[in-house]
């Protein structure tokens, strides 16, 4: 079965940070970029990072560059979230997605199926 699977999502207060992970299973990430978004109650579905199949090339929505960092294992077959100086706006849920390319290139196949971050104090 073919699917991504995220963790490391929870409570967390301000300014604190969280670490996310995207494994896969029943294939492998080495040759796909992989995408991080995010959804809030009541908002729509916002593109975070993205990292190219090799890690040579990231990108960040502005609200959190500077704080997100984007990483791979592909040993691992596993892709990173770091999350730093954390803030309520950054509550939703958490999703990675698989590209069909190995650059960012938006056109998407596979999804987890979403970790919960929560900010608060």
């Known amino acids: 079965q073919l699917q991504l699977v995220e963790s490391g999502g929870g409570l967390v207060q301000p300014g604190g940070s969280l670490r996310l992970s995207c494994a896969a299973s029943?294939?492998?990430?080495?040759?796909?970029?992989i995408h991080w978004f995010r959804q809030a109650p009541g908002k729509e579905r916002e593109g975070v990072s993205c990292?190219?199949?090799?890690?040579?090339?990231?990108n960040y929505a502005d609200s959190v560059k500077g704080r997100f960092t984007i990483s791979r294992d592909n040993a691992k077959n596993t892709v990173y979230l770091q999350m730093n100086s954390l803030e309520p706006e950054d509550t939703a849920i958490y999703y990675c997605?698989?590209?069909?390319?190995?650059?960012?290139?938006?056109?998407?196949?596979?999804w987890g199926q979403g970790t919960q971050v929560t900010v608060s104090s």
């Open positions: 029943g294939f492998t990430l080495d040759y796909y970029a």
């Open positions: 990292i190219s199949s090799r890690g040579g090339s990231t």
């Open positions: 997605a698989a590209d069909k390319n190995w650059y960012c290139s938006g056109y998407l196949s596979y």
